[in-house]
């Protein structure tokens, strides 16, 4: 009896997976492929080469890896589909930066990717990452090796339990996953994946696990019809089941209206725009959304919320009206429930239903933003116009705040340096090198990101867009080590750009292996590293807390310049205390076509010119007591 030649059989399994792959690539597509018939519908395959043709029936031709044993089995698949140039696989050095650009690759472009990494430690890291798409709603996918599903112990590198499906129970906290318990699964698991990443109102993370030994498995006569695509169909309008009437009443009625613009009104520009003029309206807009109206939009009040603006508080505190769309209502954005005391009823237009009925006093209106905002419109205006003269009163008073607000922030940049006892000598405040990174990369077509922390916080309420998709604030998880990540996207996206992610000393040293991929796949981008030697956020709120900060700063002296110019392919400049040394270094890094870092020593300390300010309250700490005091009091 001839024993079977287990290297035989893969030469044969490989040759087998070489000619789909040439097949779909000589027929420009699948689809092409199958329609011409140069690619079989009935087919013997593995489930490990089910799923990436799956996924490439999703136009996800992009994967971004940390390869490891839970994960052999499909990158020997991808290894040969990107040979035939059907794919294309990064190997980077953390599965958190992967996770990182794939979710800022769909925030800037709307492409798609796939994380993929081994079992255990590398599914963790990428779950972890996770939560920024998963807050931010953006749909990724990710593709992570898992425990057997037979019963043979503990696996290595997993979940210590003697239970099956530990790691999917984690999984499913985080957001909707699937475990291929077995190969015939593999079209249900892609159909949910589908629905989940590329949901039109409620994107999310969707985490395929495979067991290590059913990835190997062989599907006799799979239908390759059975491979799902297309995308789930958007919501229309809000039903009309009295909530039009009842909103135009509310509207009727107020005399101070405040339009709270959230992440689901992004593609609702111009209907915000009709909104405000129609209900004599101010917006209050999240960072989200910048841009989504222009800054200098006489009704555009500017963010809002605990780290907000003077105006954006001013129209939130003072409002009897609050037209919410496409807002969540995250902590920070509504001062922990305590950003509108004055409001006395609620339109909250949303695609979730929760996320529509989050206040009391409500009109819930389920519905697609851009749609429902358009049919209130209408129903407004047959009714006719009662906002009387204009300009109103609370217009006035409004954009009197927002001059304030502008005025406050001119006398920041009028103050560009202050003496910083850390560094011994005047170094640039956050405020002004922010404000003229931000103008630079307006005037020179450059996608700017955000890390968490003073950067991110001083950055929002600096920032003037006049178009949506220019500035880019992960508010959602506010992940450190998201912005500097956020650069691997420029190489990734099929229509490419140039980043600028501004960042902290504490941030940048999360992900620090940026400056080695960046460079590996070429990357084109800037860090820009506002160093002021601590966790500056953390330290600031400590200190307005209870008059110290506490394990925040940092001792060690680092050399980031040194330290990137360790990395052949990065180039590095120091700035010291001049803005126009800021800005020539920007230029220099934006002619160069690889990836740079500026390191700018910042300002920490008490002066009031050093930062932006806290212009609202938070549920954190010591503050918790009054402001949760305040929220049932108001009883909104």
């Known amino acids: ?28 597509g699948i689809e092409n492929a199958l329609d011409s018939g140069a690619l079989a519908r009935r087919v013997d395959i593995t489930l490990s080469e089910a799923i990436v043709l799956g996924l490439l029936r999703q136009n996800v031709s992009n994967f971004l890896c940390v390869l490891g044993h839970g994960a052999t089995e499909v990158a020997e698949v991808l290894r040969i589909y990107q040979e035939a140039g059907l794919v294309k696989a990064y190997a980077l050095r953390s599965e958190i930066e992967a996770s990182h650009a794939a979710t800022a690759l769909r925030w800037v472009t709307g492409e798609k990717a796939a994380v993929v990494t081994s079992i255990g430690p590398g599914a963790l890291h990428a779950l972890a990452a996770s939560l920024a798409p998963a807050s931010d709603g953006l749909g990724v996918w990710y593709l992570f090796g898992d425990e057997t599903t037979e019963d043979e112990g503990p696996n290595m590198q997993q979940v210590p339990s003697h239970e099956q499906h530990g790691f999917l129970r984690l999984c499913s906290a985080m957001g909707k996953a699937y475990t291929l318990h077995t190969p015939l699964a593999v079209s249900t698991a892609l159909r949910r994946g589908m629905n989940t990443v590329d949901h039109p109102h409620r994107a999310g993370p969707f985490y395929l696990l495979m067991p290590m030994n059913t990835q190997a498995n062989m599907i006799k006569g799979f239908n390759l019809d059975e491979l799902p695509n297309g995308a ?49 309206g101010v917006a209050v807009t999240s960072p989200l959304v910048s841009g989504v109206i222009t800054y200098d939009h006489p009704r555009n009040m500017t963010v809002g919320g605990s780290k907000g ?29 305590t950003g509108y005391p004055n409001v006395e009823h609620v339109i909250n237009i949303n695609t979730d239903a929760e996320a529509a ?14 749609a ?17 003269p204009s300009p109103s009163e609370w217009l006035t008073d409004c954009a009197a705040r927002k001059r304030a607000w502008d005025e406050f ?33 307006r005037d020179n077509d450059v996608v700017t990101f955000f890390d968490a922390g003073d950067a991110q916080a001083n950055g929002f309420q600096i920032v003037e867009d006049d178009v949506l998709g220019r500035t880019f604030t992960e508010t959602g998880a506010s992940y450190m080590g998201f912005a500097v990540s956020a650069l ?19 941030s940048f040293t999360m992900n620090p292996q940026i400056l080695i991929d960046g460079v590996e796949h070429g990357a084109s981008g800037c860090i820009l590293l506002l160093d002021n030697r601590r966790m500056a956020a953390i330290a600031g709120l400590q200190i307005d807390q209870y008059g110290s900060a506490y394990a925040a700063n940092d001792s060690v002296a680092v050399d980031y310049v040194e330290w990137a110019q360790a990395v052949s392919g990065v180039r590095a400049f120091r700035v010291e205390d001049s803005i126009e040394s800021l800005v020539d270094a920007l230029r220099e890094a934006r002619s160069y076509h690889g990836l740079s870092l500026i390191h700018v020593p910042v300002y920490f300390g008490p002066d009031e010119f050093g930062g932006m300010g806290v212009f609202g309250r938070w549920n954190v700490g010591n503050w918790g007591e009054q402001t949760q005091a305040m929220r049932h009091d108001i009883g909104l």
């Not at 958007?234 to 009437?245: C, F, I, R, V």
């Not at 001013?314 to 429930?337: H, K, P, T, W």
Request: hydrophobic share 40%.
């Open 409 to 441: 922030k001119e006398q920041r940049y009028q103050t560009p340096k202050l003496l910083d006892p850390m560094w011994g000598r005047e170094v640039l405040t956050q405020p002004a090198a922010i404000k003229s990174a931000t103008d630079w990369a």
């Open 372 to 388: 429902t905002v358009r049919r209130l419109i209408d129903s407004l205006l047959d009714r006719g116009d009662n906002r009387g």
């Open 488 to 506: 691997l996207s420029t190489t990734v996206a099929r229509r490419r750009f140039y980043g600028l992610a501004i960042t902290g000393d504490g």
């Open 309 to 337: 603006s003077l105006s954006g508080n001013y129209a939130m505190e003072n409002a009897d009206l609050l037209i919410a769309v496409g807002s969540r209502f995250v902590c920070q954005s509504d001062c922990s429930r």
């Open 1 to 28: 009896m001839t024993e079977p030649n287990p290297m035989s059989e893969q030469a044969a399994l490989t040759a087998s997976r070489q000619a789909r792959a040439a097949a779909i690539a000589g027929a420009s």
């Open 232 to 280: 789930p169909p958007p919501l229309g309008e809000a039903a009309d089941n009295g909530s039009y009437a009842e909103a135009i009443d509310a509207i009727s009625q107020a005399r101070k209206v405040v339009v709270r613009v959230g992440g689901g009104a992004r593609d609702a520009g111009p209907e915000i725009e009709r909104l405000l003029e129609a209900t004599d």
């Open 357 to 370: 009925t989050h206040y009391s006093k409500t009109t819930a209106m389920v519905g697609n933003a851009a």
